[in-house]
């Protein structure tokens, strides 16, 4: 099955700066990756997606880069705000077959952006 | 916050009693989720569901059980067989089809085994 890991576990950045978390997984046949962000208490929301055809995706401060050949992709923040401070969590998924599209989640990043 | 619900939102439990957590959702979403979150170890998968009628074992499906009689509904049950139900518990939804799967969450129930 697939294995997806993340990198690092905490990460602490000033506001203002950037923050990059990286995950690798082992699945060649996975073909779409979501990065969810928990704040706390409550529920991960889907912050930013990429399929296997792209290699870049953006959406305001937040980008999502992938790498097939090396099966890994990172996530993007620039000009953190105390606001981003969350546990963010990477996923992979086959995408269709009999998996369906089950999710497998990295072990998360707790990001703390200092004001 | 609708969509996809769950509760209670905090449930105590004796040890060796079973316990069921509510999954709802009206979405019209054809697949929903079970998911255990613990402290540093991300969201484990329990079973999954694409279809009524219809399931499968997750990661660490071991003394969980699950029942999908209607669309809408997803209820998870947790055995005196689980070695550590302690836990929070998310439920999710998607679609199947299309390449649009963002599952959307539940609140969540955090279940403590006194």
């Known amino acids: 099955g697939e294995n997806v890991e993340q990198h690092p576990s905490t990460l602490s950045v000033q506001e203002g700066d950037s923050a990059v978390i990286k995950c690798t997984y082992s699945d060649s046949a996975s073909n779409y990756f979501p990065w969810y962000k928990q704040e706390l208490g409550k529920r991960p929301q889907l912050i930013i997606d990429i399929r296997s055809n792209v290699g870049e995706k953006k959406d305001q401060r937040i980008a999502v880069t992938l790498n097939k050949t090396a099966k890994h992709f990172s996530l993007h923040i620039t000009e953190t705000q105390p606001e981003d401070s969350a546990v963010y969590f990477c996923?992979?998924?086959?995408?269709?077959?009999?998996?369906?599209?089950?999710?497998?989640f990295g072990e998360g990043t707790q990001l703390t952006v200092n004001p | 916050d609708g969509g996809i619900t769950q509760s209670p939102k905090y449930l105590f439990r004796k040890e060796g009693q079973n316990v069921t957590l509510s999954c709802e959702q009206n979405l019209n979403h054809d697949a929903m989720y079970w998911y255990r979150q613990d402290p540093g170890q991300g969201l484990r998968l329990i079973y999954y569901s694409q279809i009524v009628n219809d399931f499968q074992k997750g990661d660490i499906a071991e003394g969980y059980s699950v029942s999908r009689e209607k669309k809408e509904s997803f209820p998870l049950t947790v055995t005196s067989a689980q070695k550590n139900p302690t836990a929070f518990y998310l439920c999710?939804?998607?679609?199947?089809?299309?390449?649009?799967?963002?599952?959307?969450f539940g609140p969540g129930t955090r279940l403590t085994v006194l």
């Open positions: 996923a992979a998924s086959p995408g269709g077959g009999t998996s369906g599209s089950r999710l497998t």
């Open positions: 999710a939804s998607s679609i199947t089809s299309g390449g649009a799967i963002e599952q959307f």
